[in-house]
């Protein structure tokens, strides 16, 4: 079975900084799209950062400047660096990959268990 593990949360102050990461593993042939997502209390999960696998990136535009999704396709993982973060982002972060699978046809969106960031003084 496909999964995503990620890892790199935790308590943060103010202007602070953390980076996430999140590797996928199990039978993949290919990866496509990344992307991390945040869901804040009470809210919807939104998308923060998207990469390609050729290495296009997009961002919301609340952390444009200030966080760094890359990639490692050699090693199925995907990272996001989060610099100068803010209370209102606390939040769960997911990973997320479109995937395609060893013996099966087609792309499979995958989701990681996410990763608690808490960002308070």
């Known amino acids: 079975q496909v999964q995503l593990v990620e890892s790199g949360g935790g308590l943060v102050q103010p202007g602070g900084s953390l980076r996430l990461s999140c590797a996928a593993s199990?039978?993949?042939?290919?990866?496509?799209?990344m992307g991390w997502y945040r869901r804040a209390p009470g809210k919807r999960r939104d998308l923060v950062a998207g990469?390609?696998?050729?290495?296009?990136?997009n961002y919301a535009d609340s952390v444009k400047g200030r966080f760094t999704i890359s990639r490692d396709n050699a090693k199925n993982t995907v990272y996001l660096q989060m610099n100068s973060l803010k209370p209102e982002e606390t939040a769960v972060y997911y990973c997320?990959?479109?995937?395609?699978?060893?013996?099966?046809?087609?792309?499979?969106?995958?989701w990681g268990q996410g990763t608690q960031v808490t960002v308070s003084s």
């Open positions: 997320n990959a479109e995937v395609q699978r060893v013996g099966m046809s087609g792309w499979y969106d995958y």
């Open positions: 990469i390609s696998s050729g290495g296009s990136t």
């Open positions: 199990g039978p993949i042939l290919s990866i496509n799209a």
